[in-house]
């Protein structure tokens, strides 16, 4: 650890004190300025400032600087974005100390406007062995270059800063994934709860909106079972708005909107529902087959089935993905290309469940109606 290089007990408290604002309730802006104000201050450095790196640790995301003022920050052409000096050492994450900056080989200048430096000391700023940005000091009043003693201290200080900033990514990205979360919950409470709900009920009304009900009787219903048509339309697409601002497309998110985007091949909106982990036990190779073959499938009942109702289910257990699409249309026997051995759709859809070990089995009870149920084996 860098502490363990500096002996002055008077220079260990005043670390130590700098440090323990780690347990402030300060932002992180403020808490690493202060890191940044102290090393200055025990180092005579008249400037200093800390370069955060991006994601990609390819440059600088964020730049704090201390010493110049707000006159002067206004007169400089432009903020360092890690090149020169201050790009080497994002490249090679190593203390550097340097009598007279403009003299060394990586050096790029300074842009107009920029304040006289000369003595430099960079060091990086890390934990975890991770490295997440570079602490910088320049011109070290009373003397002509920075000594070893100040790189141990500025080291200190760096790592100190490395910890607050790991701890604020780490917390970032705990928010993030919580948010994620509670949206796919949502979005799953919606669909598999709310909208096959909502579904069962304009399907009993359905079935009530028909004679010897009074004429009066048999419109209010069909206006009901339009309006519960047009509640899950909304619902879907709060679904989907959801799925967007998640930022990622799970299979349950990518199924849904393969089936929104196939109502006009259709005709209606089929119903979809999921069992089990289909997101994370479905790997992604196995997906592009599931989502073709609902595609197919729906293409198939749009075109030949003369279908009022069809339904999508995607489900995982005991090891299987199973997938099954309903209708209920005039069934195989109404067109050849819809029997289990006709059409390069259907055979297509064989092939992939053959390929990946499973089988594909195509029935029509009676003659009226298919059902489709594509099955395979998960990977162990």
């Known amino acids: 650890m ?22 402030a309730d300060l932002s992180l802006p403020v808490l690493l300025r202060h890191f940044v104000e102290e090393a200055c201050s025990m180092t005579n450095a008249r400037y200093g400032a800390l370069g955060v790196l991006n994601d990609n640790r390819t440059a600088l995301s964020e730049f704090i600087t201390v010493g110049i003022t707000e006159e002067q920050e206004r007169a400089i052409a432009h903020r360092p974005t890690g090149l020169g000096v201050l790009g080497l050492l994002i490249t090679d994450p190593k203390p550097l100390r340097i009598a007279d900056i403009s ?20 060091v990086p700023v890390v934990a975890r062995d991770e490295v997440y940005g570079n602490l910088y ?7 002509s270059e920075f000594t070893k003693d100040d790189e141990n201290l500025v080291l200190a200080f760096a790592h100190a800063a490395g910890v607050v900033i790991a701890s604020a990514r780490l917390h970032l990205r705990v928010q993030e994934v919580a948010l994620l979360e509670d949206r796919d919950r949502i979005a799953r409470d919606l669909h598999d709860a709310v909208i096959q709900r909502l ?39 709060s679904i989907f708005e959801l799925a967007a601002e998640s ?6 998110a990518s199924v849904l909107a393969l089936v929104r985007e196939l109502r006009a091949v259709v005709g209606f909106d089929p119903s979809v529902t999921f069992e089990g982990p289909v997101d994370t036990e479905i ?49 195989i026997t109404g067109s050849s290309r819809r029997t289990s051995g006709g059409g390069l759709g259907m055979q297509n859809i064989r092939r992939r469940a053959e390929r990946l070990g499973g089988d594909l089995v195509v029935s029509s009870p009676g003659g009226k109606g298919t059902t489709l149920t594509w099955r395979v084996p998960l990977p162990p």
């Open 103 to 122: 003299t060394h080989p990586h050096s790029a200048g300074f842009p107009e406007g920029h304040p006289h430096m000369s003595s430099f000391l960079g």
């Open 2 to 23: 860098p502490y363990r290089h500096i002996d002055d007990p008077a220079t260990l408290r005043r670390l130590l004190d700098a440090v323990l604002l780690l347990e």
């Open 247 to 252: 930022g990622r497309r799970s299979l349950r």
């Open 137 to 143: 000091l320049t011109e070290k009043v009373g003397c």
């Open 283 to 331: 790997p992604s190779d196995m997906a592009a087959h599931v989502l073709f073959t609902v595609r197919e499938s729906l293409t198939n009942i749009g075109r030949h089935a003369r279908a009022t109702r069809a339904s999508v289910k995607l489900s995982v257990a005991e090891d299987t993905c199973t997938l099954v699409v309903t209708d209920d249309g005039r069934g």
């Open 199 to 237: 579904f069962a009920v304009g399907l009993s009304l359905q079935s009530l909106a028909r004679p010897p009900l009074a004429s009066e009787t048999v419109e209010r219903l069909g206006q009901a079972i339009a309006d519960i048509d047009e509640t899950i339309r909304q619902i879907r697409s």
